[in-house]
């Protein structure tokens, strides 16, 4: 991981201002943010739906949702080695959002579960298509210089998305009366908006196709990812490990005492400190260096598990939720820049593939153990091992720190569209 030389206070505000970031990455963001915005609209009252107009279970829902997200991750590897072999990154971003804002319009006129299931597979196979490109596409766009202050508003904007689409969900049935189907029809706006702005308004690079005469998903081209990229994914890995669901502190939440509308206030909690920290961390990792924000992060992450664990009121869990909102914001981002920064130019979109499919699988298997420890030993369990998993990623990291090496060509200029 690339260590940078503090600089001076007056250019760090500089770099944080958003004029110096491309464009076309600022346009992303808000893309970002449109279609976060919709989705979570939909996604805040769908399991509601589901039981009051079709009288489905729980187990259909967690089916719903699981295949969902595990067709999500799946589609990232193979989004992102088509758009490296194509030398075209927009395309895949756009068709991916393109084919999520066709969804949406499943969701009102759907008459069964099957067809909720369908609307949310192509949604989430649309979220798999441009998400490994889309990323690339910053990447190839942003000098190194600003790459952390790029993804890390990136990632701002798309939590704001996520923070008003449950806010406006919950005001428009009230204002509705409950009316579903009108806030899913509502939804389909951001969505479709969201696809406007990407097909019009992002402009992309050249950058040069990785076509070697092979079949572009080949052992060949994982074996060209530097170790430094695979010692960035062991150590994506584990924080995924450690990260399980955030639903788990809505139930921390109601376990000290928050009634069922009350407990979502820990999300808002975390998802408001997230928005607001994602970009300032990304920032300072450009000048302070990766390594040392990262490391902030899991310590942070570190601190709100063991609060969320062993102090059992309504402040500490609040609290704790800004915490965890906090090591996200030090965080996200800031791990897809290191895929960014050590994965070759020609192997951007195989290498954010790779490492969201196993950042995925690790966090679905993190919440599947958080579940079993919290229906046997309790909360406390739970969080004791996310805290334990993070201390074990601090370790890695200190262990990797040497294999993380990696200083670009900064002589290299990124055109900015």
Same mark, same amino acid.
């Given at each position: 991981m690339a260590e940078r030389v503090p600089g001076k206070i007056g250019d760090f505000r500089a770099l944080l201002n958003w004029r110096q970031i491309p464009g076309s990455v600022v346009t992303l963001g808000f893309v970002s943010l449109l279609m976060d915005a919709s989705s979570e609209m939909i996604h805040t009252i769908l399991p509601l739906y589901l039981v009051a107009a079709f009288g489905a279970s729980t187990l259909v829902v967690g089916l719903i949702e699981g295949t969902a997200d595990a067709t999500s991750s799946i589609v990232k590897i193979f989004s992102g080695v088509l758009s490296d072999h194509a030398g075209k990154r927009k395309r895949f971003a756009a068709a991916g959002y393109g084919l999520a804002a066709l969804a949406k319009p499943m969701f009102p006129l759907a008459s069964s579960v099957g067809w909720i299931l369908l609307a949310r597979f192509i949604d989430r196979v649309g979220k798999g298509i441009r998400?490994?490109?889309?990323?690339?596409?910053?990447?190839?766009?942003? %000098?190194?210089? +600003? /790459?952390?202050? !790029?993804?890390?508003? /990136?990632?701002?904007? #798309?939590?704001?998305? !996520?923070?008003?689409? %449950?806010?406006?969900? +919950?005001?428009?049935? $009230?204002?509705?009366?409950?009316? @579903?189907?009108?806030?899913? =029809? +509502?939804?389909?706006?951001? *969505?479709?908006?969201? @696809?406007?702005?990407? &097909?019009?308004?992002?402009? $992309? %690079?050249?950058? !040069?196709?990785? /076509? #070697?005469?092979?079949f572009p998903l080949s052992l060949a081209a994982f074996r060209r990812l530097p170790r430094a990229y695979w010692a960035v994914a062991a150590i994506g890995a584990l924080l995924g490990l450690a990260r399980?669901? $955030?639903? @788990?502190?809505?139930? /921390? &939440?109601?376990?000290?005492?928050?009634? #069922?509308?009350? *407990?979502?206030?820990?999300?808002?909690?975390?998802?408001?400190? @997230?928005? +607001?920290? !994602? =970009?300032? &961390?990304? *920032?300072?990792?450009d000048r302070f260096g990766r390594y040392r924000i990262l490391a902030a992060g899991v310590a942070v992450f570190i601190i709100a598990n063991l609060l969320l664990g062993f102090v059992p009121n309504v402040a500490a869990t609040l609290i704790g939720g800004g915490l965890w909102g906090l090591q996200m914001g030090l965080t996200q981002g800031l791990m897809a820049s290191l895929v960014a920064d050590t994965a070759p130019s020609t192997l951007r979109g195989t290498g954010f593939g790779i490492f969201s499919f196993l950042s995925g699988l690790t966090t679905f298997a993190a919440s599947l153990t958080a579940g079993a420890l919290w229906a046997v030993f309790g909360p406390t369990a739970t969080f004791v091992m996310g805290a334990s998993l993070a201390l074990l990623t601090l370790f890695a990291m200190v262990i990797l720190r040497p294999w993380c090496r990696f200083i670009p060509d900064l002589s290299e200029e990124n055109p900015s569209p």
């Open positions: 998400g490994s490109p889309r990323d690339a596409l910053i990447a190839d766009l942003t %000098p190194y210089q +600003i /790459r952390g202050a !790029a993804f890390g508003l /990136r990632q701002s904007l #798309d939590t704001v998305g !996520a923070v008003l689409g %449950p806010l406006l969900a +919950i005001l428009l049935m $009230e204002l509705t009366g409950g009316h @579903f189907t009108i806030v899913f =029809w +509502i939804a389909v706006v951001p *969505a479709v908006l969201s @696809f406007a702005l990407i &097909a019009g308004k992002v402009k $992309e %690079p050249s950058v !040069a196709a990785n /076509r #070697d005469g092979k399980f669901s $955030e639903a @788990f502190l809505v139930l /921390r &939440a109601k376990s000290v005492g928050l009634s #069922d509308s009350l *407990a979502p206030l820990v999300m808002l909690v975390m998802s408001i400190v @997230f928005a +607001i920290a !994602a =970009w300032p &961390a990304g *920032a300072l990792s």
